[in-house]
């Protein structure tokens, strides 16, 4: 089989404009396979066939199915571990002596996907924060369909065998038929909604935390940075960001600095970090 | 490094054996919970790691593991369920007869490489 | 008044599907394409007895070409180097996954019997005292395969399931 040059132009116009995401030939691959699963719910008879039909009549809801399966990344509880070692280790004990007088920390997990990312940081402030300590996880994607998965809170066996301890699955988790649901007391902590981070963004309070993984990498270098001023908005001054492994604020934006945070790197804003206070890269 | 695979389906071992080799480890492998004791007492090392079925003839995994938890040679040996019992109740009947992890069937390649992590069981070979 | 909870037709569907990306199409490109209930077309299959809370049969069935082909996935070899025993064992060993994960749908207090295999159609295993409650139909590669669950009539009576 394989995607004709003309389908994957239209998909890839289509993901761009909806998402900025750029998918760069070589990925025809990715895309039928992506894609396979979209044909399937709305009954074409295979990937070739719906595109077809959905480039001789729009459908709004199917275009957005094939935005949403382009553009869900691969995740899973804990993904990567350093930023959540990091978070609970370096992170959370400096924000509690920092935030002594709330007892509350707000974090950002900005592209949640299917709600890992979010849940993951639930249970590492569940185990981290001293007693008496509250906290707040937003999750946000441009996804509708991800937002609705990750308020349902409900993980395959396969998803939850992925970076979970075999300890964290039965104290944090019941099941649910076939799924495996996050248990209230998690999840009353933790809400999602719907935010293309490259778009200007709503007024929120602002984050303690804010976790941006994997995400810049698929933007052009304007829109980095774009994203990252967004987000910085959305910052506490003496907050802490972290990014995926192969993405960074250097060479795109200026207000960030790079610090050692256990075995990791994050970003802080730059004027507000006092000398001395991490160790700078 | 050497891990026990402990499966009654040949298959299952065959899968197992192929992701923890990429993480360096050799196998031996057994059938069933008696015969990975008997295939464990005849080596001059006991293994670093066993992966243990649940519902295998002879003897169940649960036992093997209840059994391993309590021979001092053993005592370093990393204990993981790799088991399609599914029920929360038997997750933590498994983790407190000893087991230091549990994977549920079906799993994937990258889940069960991520749990060996979680015990310290990284490529790099460092061990906790 | 507590529901009876018996896995339906989505629930099999949703574990079969986490088999095969685990160990039958982990690329996610010859998925279980799902059709209507059609014929019963096995010409080999396995089955796990639950006891318990909850009594019954799990099947699992398929065309021999089907079984040779998950065999060869899960053993990585070639389809015409599949042996009977190989065979055999990958029956088994499926029937098992899907009916350790059928089990933990049901009330607590099952158990799960070791798998039986039977290289003949599902004809030849007769469950008299069962009756089908929940049923998967898909094909793999253009090859029929089935799932389906079988409740113990004297079970199906007190738990009042139609």
Redesign the interface.
């Known amino acids: 089989m394989g995607l004709s040059a003309s389908d994957f132009a239209f998909v890839a116009a289509l993901v761009r404009r909806e998402s900025s995401i750029v998918l760069a030939p070589g990925k025809e691959y990715l895309v039928e396979?992506?894609l396979?699963?979209v044909a399937?719910q709305v009954g074409a008879a295979g990937v070739a066939e719906f595109l077809a039909s959905l480039q001789r009549m729009p459908n709004a809801d199917h275009q957005r199915r094939v935005v949403d399966a382009l553009t869900t990344n691969e995740t899973s509880f804990f993904r990567d571990r350093e930023p959540f070692t990091a978070l609970t280790d370096v992170v959370v004990p400096q924000l509690v002596k920092a935030r002594g007088a709330q007892r509350r920390l707000r974090v950002w997990s900005a592209a949640s996907s299917s709600g890992q990312e979010p849940y993951s940081l639930a249970i590492s402030l569940q185990e981290s924060l001293p007693p008496g300590w509250d906290y707040d996880i937003v999750g946000s994607d441009i996804s509708t369909e991800m937002i609705k998965r990750s308020e349902a809170a409900e993980f395959?066996?396969?998803e939850v065998n992925r970076g979970l301890a075999a300890q964290q699955l039965v104290q944090y988790f019941e099941?649910s038929?076939?799924?495996w649901r996050v248990v209230q007391s998690l999840r009353r902590h933790v809400s999602f909604q719907r935010l293309n981070l490259t778009a200007p963004l709503p007024p929120l309070p602002p984050f303690d935390v804010i976790f941006l993984r994997n995400v810049l990498i698929y933007f052009d270098v304007a829109t980095k940075r774009t994203v990252l001023r967004n987000v910085a908005r959305l910052m506490r001054p003496d907050g802490w960001l972290f990014l995926g492994a192969a993405e960074t604020t250097i060479g795109i934006d200026d207000n960030y600095e790079r610090v050692t945070a256990g075995r990791t790197s994050a970003y802080r804003l730059r004027a507000a970090v006092p000398a001395g206070a991490a160790g700078r890269m | 490094m050497l891990a026990i695979i402990i499966d009654?389906?040949?298959?299952?071992r065959?899968?197992l054996r192929?992701i923890i080799a990429k993480i360096g480890f050799d196998a031996v492998e057994a059938g069933d919970g008696q015969a990975a004791l008997d295939t464990i007492a005849e080596l001059t090392e006991p293994p670093q790691l066993a992966l243990v079925d649940w519902?295998?003839?002879v003897m169940n995994g649960l036992e093997f593991v209840t059994r391993a938890r309590k021979d001092p040679r053993l005592r370093d040996m990393t204990l993981v369920m790799v088991?399609?019992?599914?029920?929360q109740?038997?997750i933590v009947r498994a983790l407190a007869a000893g087991a230091h992890e549990y994977v549920i069937?079906?799993?994937?390649?990258d889940s069960m490489i991520d749990k060996l992590a979680l015990l310290g069981l990284t490529p790099t070979g460092a061990n906790p | 008044m507590s529901v009876q909870?018996v896995?339906n037709v989505?629930?099999l569907a949703?574990?079969v599907e986490?088999?095969w990306?685990?160990?039958l199409d982990?690329?996610?490109?010859e998925?279980l394409?799902p059709v209507e209930k059609g014929a019963n077309s096995s010409e080999v299959h396995s089955s796990v007895s639950i006891t318990g809370s909850w009594q019954g049969v799990v099947v699992y069935g398929s065309s021999q070409e089907a079984a040779k082909q998950a065999?060869a996935a899960?053993?990585?070899m070639e389809p015409d180097e599949v042996s009977a025993e190989?065979l055999a064992?990958?029956l088994?060993?499926l029937a098992?996954?899907v009916?350790?994960?059928v089990?933990?749908?049901l009330p607590?207090g099952c158990f799960?019997s070791?798998p039986q295999v039977v290289l003949a159609p599902e004809s030849a295993s007769r469950y008299p005292s069962a009756v089908q409650v929940a049923g998967l139909y898909g094909t793999w590669k253009g090859e029929p395969i089935s799932v389906t669950m079988w409740q113990s009539r004297t079970d199906v009576k007190e738990g009042g399931v139609a």
């Open positions: 396979a992506r396979i699963p399937r395959s066996q396969v099941r038929g076939a799924h | 009654d389906s040949r298959a299952m065959l899968i192929r519902n295998m003839p088991t399609t019992e599914s029920e109740s038997q069937k079906p799993f994937t390649e | 909870t896995p989505a629930d949703e574990m986490q088999v990306t685990s160990y982990p690329e996610g490109v998925p394409i065999a899960f053993l990585a190989d064992d990958v088994g060993e098992n996954i009916g350790g994960n089990k933990a749908m607590a799960l070791l």
